[in-house]
């Protein structure tokens, strides 16, 4: 494994509903990314956040809202949804700024979501 | 624009074979460039990247890349395939975003099939 952890594995909900994708990264990096990958599509990145700051929202819809609270925890928030926005959400860190290897990414397992 | 080429879908190759899977990048700079595979119902999982020096890069799993300046081209090899090397294949390039923290592009991906 990777040291990245996500949680949920796998969530179907209701474009009403609000829930929440969880990342956690053991490996001491001070950069997470979530990123959105659908069928027959390249890896879109949607969010990097460096040192729990964020840097970077490649125009991603408000209702998808990140939170990082620290450096190792990075959270997707979800609330209505379309049946469109079903992917495998991916979440990766890297220690970015630390010196050699820092430009290299860990993903997490991901997590498959189903909108109804 | 900055972007990543992969202009194989899918790749066929019988067991004990070589293979190749390819790779073209645009991008400004000298550029850093990746590959990563994604087996089914995982995350991507990190196999080599050249960032400067030799242009034959070794990484994981006995594949290797090589750079080829001239060509804009970064392509995957492997001596020998196995079923087991059967998965999808990401080239990705670096780049930095708008507060200087490093981001990937990835290409559409390749799916590798290797037959016994």
């Known amino acids: 494994e990777t040291g990245v952890t996500q949680t949920p594995r796998h969530l179907v909900m209701g474009m009403t509903n609000k829930k929440s994708l969880k990342c956690e990264q053991h490996?001491?990096?001070?950069?997470m990314y979530w990123y959105k990958q659908s069928a027959k599509k390249p890896l879109e990145l949607m969010f990097v956040y460096n040192f729990k700051e964020q840097t970077e929202n490649n125009s991603v819809p408000s209702r998808f809202s990140p939170e990082c609270p620290n450096s190792s925890h990075l959270f997707l928030h979800l609330h209505t949804l379309q049946p469109e926005d079903s992917a495998l959400y991916l979440c990766a860190s890297s220690p970015e700024g630390q010196g050699v290897g820092a430009d290299t990414q860990y993903f997490g397992p991901g997590t498959r979501l189903t909108v109804l | 624009a900055q972007s990543v080429a992969q202009p194989e879908d899918q790749v066929n190759v019988a067991e004990g074979n070589p293979l190749t899977v390819k790779c073209t990048y645009s991008?400004?700079?000298?550029?850093?460039l990746f590959w990563y595979v994604q087996y089914p119902n995982r995350g991507l999982q990190f196999l080599l990247k050249y960032i400067t020096g030799d242009n034959l890069v070794k990484g994981s799993y006995g594949f290797e890349a090589e750079f080829n300046k001239s060509q804009t081209s970064f392509h995957l090899k492997k001596p020998s395939a196995l079923v087991s090397d059967s998965a999808l294949y990401f080239c990705a390039v670096r780049v930095y975003g708008s507060s200087n923290t490093g981001k990937l592009i990835f290409g559409q991906g390749t799916t590798l099939q290797v037959k016994p």
């Open positions: 490996l001491g990096h001070n950069a």
């Open positions: 991008v400004s700079g000298n550029p850093y």
